[in-house]
């Protein structure tokens, strides 16, 4: 990275994080929304941006990671430093259980198969009561630090800032390794790809569970966040916004996802008054974005930029 564009990068941050202070209390519980929604969407973009495996099952590992560290935290009294990993953990050894039976299975198949397994986390939490308490969800403690608890919103804002900030770091780590290269080169050709070596099968789960992960991670946050969680703040619809949030930013590039999933999360902000078209505006976005954007916002720009350097 060039030093101009490190100053503009820590100018920025600089900004986002005075920007709070200034502001009424509801524009943190906003940024932490969109913060959340870049972790979710960097998962999803690392197993169907980097490695081409359609998954249309995110906001079941949401649902998962929310409700584990919420039962963590409620039923086992381990606090909210402890809940969150676990709770995370325990999403990638279920993205593990669903990558296994995947791995057989590509395009069409593969999707349908993710959005059955959200369609079926959904079923669960509606109906093992016992566990989950179904419809009437379960009230959610603030993080503590000893005696600082992290029970108001600005406070929540910088915990899940720093959260994001790290996360976003590890997937661009990732990207940038050898473990990001055999995920492209999967995409590209899985053939050429076993040509030289790559371990498909590997890889791939790996692509599953860091999803599951991420997922796991951004459902734990909004669990502590809201402060409740019940089945319905997880429906399949939620995976269909998370694939629109990449597919807009940019499939294969972690900026895309931070791109895509700021502007998704703060388009309801702008459509508060039309709330029930807001399920069909954000199929309309996916499809105009497919058909005029395929590679994105970030692959305008790109492109832009590769136009006036002719």
Known sequence: ???????????????????????????????????????????????????????????????????????FMTRMGIGFWGALPAGGLITAFVGLLIAIPALRMRGLYLALVTFGFAAITEMILIHWVSLTHGPDGIRVPSPEIG?????????????????????????????????GRAFISIR??????????VDITRYKIMAFILSAFYGGIAGGLWATLAMFISPDAFGVVESIIALAMIAVGGMGSILGSIIGGALLSFLPEILREAREFQELLFGAILVISLIFLPNGIVGLHDKIRRGLAK
């Open 1 to 71: 990275m060039k030093s101009s564009t490190r100053m503009i990068v820590l100018v920025f941050l600089v900004a986002l994080l005075l920007f709070p202070l200034f502001m009424e209390t509801y524009f943190s519980y906003v940024l932490c929304i969109i913060f959340i929604a870049v972790i979710n969407a960097t998962g999803l973009n690392l197993v169907t941006g980097y490695s081409g495996q359609t998954n249309l099952g995110q906001s079941g590992f949401v649902a998962i990671g929310a409700y584990a560290t919420a039962l």
């Open 147 to 179: 005696s600082f608890a992290f029970n108001s919103d600005l406070r929540m804002f910088y915990l899940i800032f720093a959260v994001t900030a790290f996360m976003v770091y590890m997937a661009k780590n990732i990207v940038n390794s050898r473990v």
């Open 188 to 197: 590209e050709s899985e053939i050429a790809a076993q040509a030289m070596g």
